[in-house]
């Protein structure tokens, strides 16, 4: 009965020099044995998957695989990197350029300041007389 308890170690071919042997002799006298080996080959053999034959996959990448295309061989990272750094220089370089839009001069508000001083310090005056009264 012992022998019998090594049936799948048989079939898995992981039995090794003596114990094979001896696995061996034990199927010639063991009919169980024999039977169950040969019910564990015919599963195994049921539940291997088919394999398509090289020709029908071949063909099927050859049907579905991309064409290498013009640009294939270019190396378009690097281009596209030194692009990206021409056109931030280039943009850095124009807004230099630019006045400054948020820098007055000095002349202007002095001009500003002359046009409008006495109409805003007139009204502020009127909004200060209507809250007196009001207190």
């Given at each position: 009965m012992k022998e019998c308890e090594q049936l799948l170690?048989?079939?898995k071919g992981e039995l090794a020099g003596p114990e094979r042997d001896r696995f061996a002799m034990h199927l010639v006298s063991c009919q169980a044995c024999r039977e169950e080996l040969s019910f564990l080959r015919k599963t195994e053999a049921a539940l291997t998957p088919f394999s398509a034959p090289q020709s029908a996959v071949d063909g099927l990448f050859a049907?579905?695989?991309?064409?290498?295309s013009f640009f294939a061989g270019l190396r378009w990272k690097p281009a596209l990197a030194g692009a990206a750094v021409l056109g931030l220089g280039m943009l850095i370089f124009w807004t230099g350029l630019q006045p400054d839009k948020a820098a007055f001069d000095?002349?202007?508000v002095i001009a500003y300041m002359s046009e409008n001083l006495d109409a805003e310090y007139q009204s502020f005056a009127d909004d200060l007389s209507?809250?007196?009264?009001e207190f």
């Open positions: 170690l048989y079939a049907k579905t695989s991309r064409k290498p000095a002349r202007e209507a809250l007196e009264l």
